[in-house]
């Protein structure tokens, strides 16, 4: 029983890590897919991306602290994961 919630929370905490890398790293496709298709289609992510952290950022520590919040989830869920790792 001890493993099986072990392994649900490993499971739980890599899901939520690799959500927040696919997300991160879509961000680079979607950027070249507006640059191509801006004339075509309104898409505004590089708009909505500069908007964000324009927005983060203008509220000087509480807006850096609230970046690395953000982006440190992630990686605190990665080091999670892999530190439940050792009692399997």
């Known amino acids: ?3 099986f919630f072990i392994n649900f ?6 899901a939520y890590a ?4 696919i ?3 879509s961000l680079v496709p979607l950027i070249l897919l507006e640059l191509l298709l801006n004339p075509i289609l309104d898409i505004r992510v590089i708009d909505n991306v500069l908007g964000f952290s324009e927005a983060i950022l203008s509220n000087g ?3 850096l602290l609230a970046i690395v919040l ?3 989830q ?5 080091y999670l994961y892999k ?3 050792g009692f399997v």
């Open 61 to 63: 520590v509480i807006g």
């Open 9 to 14: 929370f490993r499971f739980i905490l890599w």
């Open 1 to 3: 029983m001890k493993k």
């Open 18 to 21: 690799m959500l927040g890398y």
């Open 74 to 78: 992630f990686f605190l869920s990665y």
């Open 23 to 25: 997300f991160v790293m």
């Open 70 to 72: 953000y982006a440190g």
């Open 83 to 85: 530190r439940l790792s």
